[in-house]
């Protein structure tokens, strides 16, 4: 009875539930999902490619190809290049199936300057004064970075010492800084001139009904980016929106502008705008709790959307192992409490040093290392090929914004 070699190429993931299993090609990012009946027939043989004795390559015989599972399940193999079929010989292929070989190793870090190269993002919020009241102000800055109104003020010496001690480590690090008004922070122009003088450059944030020319124009002339924030579209100043473009029309790639976008009508704002300015520009869906339609209609994530993103092999390792949207970011809040994520418990405060802090979140905080390992995302195939965990999950209660499960 002749026999036969069947294999997959080490770029193909499997993905398994008790309802469906997905083979997905990191490389070419095709994919091939199987359910119902056809699942039950080739479950030995899924589990066999699985097993890692063997390597991604197991054998078949004359009677095993007879079978309309089998068969269809080799070719469809064979149709998108995930793998092959070829006649049984002594020298059996042998495939390092795509596994996260060694986890970073959480448990062995102490703290030390080592720590510190894992922080990629710090956020200042110098102050949090502010003569605005706007709706949400408390809420916004849970689900992305925003203005916000809270007690307290950072010294920029403070500030300036957390940052040397940062970049005497790494060069790399991305920095924001926040207010409340942040033009009501007394010591801007200080920090600005700290940042020409290591030619650094950052990220500064402003509402804009906080508007500030002379300011402003010191942020831009000095090589930093202007985030300018709108979230009021029920009663938009659009003539001061007009005023800030124009203002800045010689640092248009440095300026931009975050539209905070509750309904659908507040995108016919923002499209009205943008037919008469090209400007660089965001757009911000908020969840205010009254507004679940919304985010179905146009956060909700189907089928179709999950699998039309570009995954490597590289990005499905990183969701397995951490949370792309929070590793590596730190925040502190003008009352001088640190967090990684403001949804979870502060990691410390002024008092303690970085390192401490960092090393506190890497080894008992709930942000960097959040993944999909809750229900239902556990048990759906689609588990790491899914955007890690946001902010918005959180806001709408859900551990999942799919349709799957």
């Not at 190269?117 to 689900?143: K, M, V």
């Not at 700290?194 to 020319?213: G, I, Q, S, V």
């Not at 010191?218 to 938009?236: A, E, P």
């Not at 965001?282 to 570009?310: A, C, H, T, Y």
Request: hydrophobic fraction near 35%.
């Amino acid at each position: 009875m002749q026999k036969y070699c069947l294999y997959l190429e080490p770029s193909v993931f499997i993905f398994r539930s008790s309802t469906s299993t997905l083979l997905y090609d990191s490389n070419t990012n095709k994919y091939v999902l199987f359910s119902g009946d056809e699942l039950f027939d080739l479950d030995f043989i899924i589990s066999e490619l699985q097993d890692l004795d063997n390597m991604y390559s197991i054998e078949l015989s004359d009677s095993d190809l007879q079978d309309t599972s089998i068969k269809n399940f080799i070719s469809q193999i064979r149709k998108n290049y995930m793998g092959d079929l070829y006649p049984y010989s002594r020298r059996k292929v042998r495939v390092v199936p795509p596994m996260l070989k060694c986890h970073f190793p959480y448990s062995s870090l102490k703290k030390g300057e080592n720590v510190i190269t894992l922080l990629n993002e710090i956020t200042f919020q110098l102050n949090g004064i502010c003569n605005l009241s706007c709706d949400f102000c408390s809420l916004y800055q849970r689900q992305f970075n925003n203005c916000c109104k809270r007690t307290g003020y950072l010294s920029v010496e403070f500030v300036i010492n957390q940052l040397n001690q940062i970049l005497n480590t790494t060069s790399s690090i991305k920095m924001n800084f926040l207010g409340g008004d942040i033009f009501q922070y007394s010591k801007i122009d200080v920090l600005i001139d700290y940042l020409k003088d290591r030619k650094l450059k950052a990220n500064f944030y402003t509402h804009y009904k906080n508007w500030n020319e002379i300011c402003c124009r010191n942020i831009l002339v000095n090589g930093n980016y202007l985030h300018v924030i709108v979230n009021d579209f029920q009663d938009i100043q659009i003539d001061n929106i007009y005023t800030i473009i124009k203002q800045t029309s010689d640092y248009l790639s440095q300026v931009y502008f975050r539209f905070v976008i509750h309904l659908d009508e507040d995108l016919e704002v923002v499209n009205e705008l943008l037919e008469k300015y090209p400007i660089e520009y965001s757009l911000i869906p908020f969840f205010d709790g009254n507004n679940m339609r919304f985010f179905v209609e146009n956060v909700f994530l189907n089928q179709k959307d999950i699998l039309e993103r570009k995954n490597s092999k590289i990005d499905i390792y990183h969701r397995q192992t951490f949370n792309l949207h929070d590793m590596g970011k730190l925040i502190q809040t003008s009352d001088g409490l640190y967090y990684s994520n403001l949804n979870f418990p502060s990691l410390g405060n002024s008092n303690d040093h970085i390192l401490d802090v960092i090393t506190r979140e890497l080894n008992s905080g709930f942000a960097w290392k959040r993944t999909r390992d809750e229900k239902p995302c556990i048990d759906c195939v689609f588990q790491y090929l899914c955007p890690s965990p946001s902010n918005y999950e959180i806001a709408l209660n859900k551990n999942n914004l799919c349709f799957i499960k």
